[in-house]
């Protein structure tokens, strides 16, 4: 089992609709959560992060976690073409001072 | 501004060749990372640092080694280059605290003929 999984899609999804992305990790003393927006050739930009349980929103996007239940989620609302992106989940465990990065999710915004 | 910055962002080279690949962070971050990707996959963790005169290897083996003297600088050198070095190689910071947010730099595109 991959510490941090996510799945690879693509998740396709209509301009203006919400795309909902989801993360699971297997380290039950994870603090910190972490999203962050990859477009094809760039790197990796930090969208959100949340280390407590609930929801924290910023703009369009909304961090989703649930500690009890081992997940983390993104919303992103009103999706628009340039929220096509891969989308990276990453986790820092309970030790050290590294994060975890899932395989990301690929999000694909159709006009 | 503050920021973090990789040289050269292209680098297209012969086998055998030795390469140094420079990163600085003008963000005071004391953590510093290296990360390895090729298109369309997954990030894996080459070398890390928690400060001067401390480096550590990551989560996959790479060949590649790294120094870190200043706070500010970070470089990646491999000895002699081989293709199957050729990936793109992804600099990142952070700051010491609770949570660790990662900032990447822009990335090294490597190409080894």
């Known amino acids: 089992q991959k510490e941090v999984e996510q799945n690879s899609g693509p998740l396709s999804v209509p301009e203006g609709a919400i795309a909902s992305l989801n993360c699971t990790y297997s380290d039950r003393g994870s603090q910190s959560f972490f999203w962050y927006r990859q477009y094809s050739g760039k790197s990796p930009e930090l969208i959100m992060f949340?280390?407590?349980?609930g929801d924290k929103e910023d703009g369009r996007f909304t961090a989703q976690l649930n500690k009890a239940s081992q997940y983390v989620s993104l919303l992103i609302r009103d999706s628009q073409p340039s929220d096509s992106a891969t989308y990276l989940c990453a986790v820092k465990g309970a030790a050290g001072n590294k994060l975890t990065f899932g395989g990301g999710t690929r999000v694909l915004v159709k006009p | 501004e503050a920021d973090i910055y990789q040289t050269p962002r292209y680098l297209v080279i012969g086998t055998g060749k030795k390469i140094t690949l420079e990163c600085s962070q003008t963000?005071?971050?004391?953590?510093m990372y290296w990360y390895q990707q090729d298109p369309g996959m997954e990030l894996h963790l080459i070398h890390y640092?928690?400060?001067?005169?401390?480096?550590e290897k990551g989560d996959l083996s790479s060949e590649s080694t790294v120094s870190r003297i200043r706070t500010e600088h970070f470089p990646l050198t491999l000895e002699s280059a081989r293709p199957s070095h050729t990936s793109q190689y992804l600099c990142?910071?952070?700051?010491?605290?609770?949570?660790?947010?990662?900032?990447f730099g822009p990335g090294t595109r490597l190409t080894v003929t």
């Open positions: 640092s928690y400060g001067v005169n401390s480096t």
């Open positions: 990142a910071s952070s700051e010491f605290g609770q949570h660790y947010e990662q900032y």
């Open positions: 963000m005071g971050h004391d953590k």
């Open positions: 949340i280390y407590s349980n």
